[in-house]
């Protein structure tokens, strides 16, 4: 399972930090992912990180602005998100890097809204 936390009402250029902690085995081989999915769009790959947490990749929108991490002791991704825009507003979910909508499991996610 995924329960993602941490979203919420924010200011534009204003910061969040969204956790998602994962249950079940095998996390620590993962390569995970964060998505967001905004009104009326398809759901967008965000910022990647590997098992190890060596290399992260992103989206250029928000490159500079959000840093993905993760912590395999406690089975969870982070997304550090500042200089937030009304852009950014969406649902952010977290999964293994490559899931699919439909075909694999997706947690409830969480809003993120940015007002400006």
Known sequence: QLMES???LVQ???SLRL???ASGSGFRTRNMAWYRQAPGK???LVATITR???TTNYIDSVKGRFTISR???????YLQMNSLKPEDT???YCNTNGAIVGVDYWGQGTQVTVSS
Do not use: F, L
């Open 19 to 21: 956790s998602c902690a």
């Open 42 to 44: 398809q759901r967008e």
């Open 12 to 14: 534009a250029g204003g």
């Open 6 to 8: 941490g979203g919420g």
């Open 52 to 54: 190890g947490g060596g």
């Open 90 to 92: 969406a649902v952010y």
């Open 71 to 77: 912590d395999n002791a406690k089975n969870t991704v």
